[in-house]
T-cell receptor, first 113, second 113 residues
Framework: DQQVKQNSPSLSVQEGRISILNCDYT??????FLWYKKYPAEGPTFLIS?????DKNEDGRFTVFLNKSAKHLSLHIVPSQPGDSAVYFC????????????FGTGTRLKVLA | EAQVTQNPRYLITVTGKKLTVTCSQN?????MSWYRQDPGLGLRQIYY???????DKGDVPEGYKVSRKEKRNFPLILESPSPNQTSLYFC????????????FGPGTRLTVT
């Protein structure tokens, strides 16, 4: 039972354009959501997060949107740069409950120069 | 430098031979966790620890043991490794309060033959 789903295994975007990565979840108890970026041969690094009491969080070129009614979040990268090419994981947690983290399967983003 | 370290980075072993993967963090973090990454399955949480002597199961704990005798260390123990435990393993840590992003180690690639 995949509680966090990233349905697009890969995405290619032209440099300078917007990258939109999507994530769906099924558990309404999740109250915190995070995005991580992973380069080959390295551990994931934290990118941006959002609490369930918000619907948007912005940090520089990265914005995360949360639609609780649709149980959907998305990561927008504007403008996309070649260095953004990596695998992106979304993760969810119910921090007031189990303190577990559930990760999606990842989306490989390729930004074309 | 704030970091999570794992050892060894690469390990090839045989079925049934007990092994330990060490994890250490120098950030005085209360929360530590182990994940495995497999193709098509993303990151799955094995065990986590809220603090010294407090551990709990993640989503895929079968075949693994952990201990948290000191705040900085969180070793992962495979008492009798099997080929289905061949995977890429990550250790992560975070503070106990206020910030929920985890810092990941560089990974340990384990092959069980």
């Amino acid at each position: 039972d995949q509680q966090v789903k990233q349905n697009s295994p890969s995405l290619s975007v032209q440099e300078g354009r917007i990258s939109i990565l999507n994530c769906d979840y099924t558990n309404s108890m999740f109250d915190y959501f995070l995005w991580y970026k992973k380069y080959p041969a390295e551990g994931p690094t934290f990118l941006i997060s959002i609490s369930s009491i918000k619907d948007k969080n912005e940090d520089g070129r990265f914005t995360v949107f949360l639609n609780k009614s649709a149980k959907h979040l998305s990561l927008h990268i504007v403008p996309s740069q070649p260095g953004d090419s990596a695998v992106y994981f979304c993760a969810a947690s119910d921090l007031l409950g189990t303190y577990k983290y559930i990760f999606g399967t990842g989306t490989r983003l390729k930004v074309l120069a | 430098e704030a970091q999570v370290t794992q050892n060894p980075r690469y390990l090839i072993t045989v079925t049934g031979k007990k092994l330990t993967v060490t994890c250490s963090q120098n950030m005085n973090h209360e929360y530590m966790s182990w994940y495995r990454q497999d193709p098509g399955l993303g990151l799955r949480q094995i065990y986590y620890s809220m603090n010294v002597e407090v551990t709990d199961k993640g989503d895929v704990p079968e075949g693994y043991k952990v201990s948290r005798k000191e705040k900085r260390n969180f070793p992962l123990i495979l008492e009798s490794p099997s080929p289905n435990q061949t995977s890429l393993y990550f250790c992560a840590s975070r503070t106990g309060q206020g910030a929920y992003e985890q810092y990941f180690g560089p990974g340990t690639r384990l092959t069980v033959t």
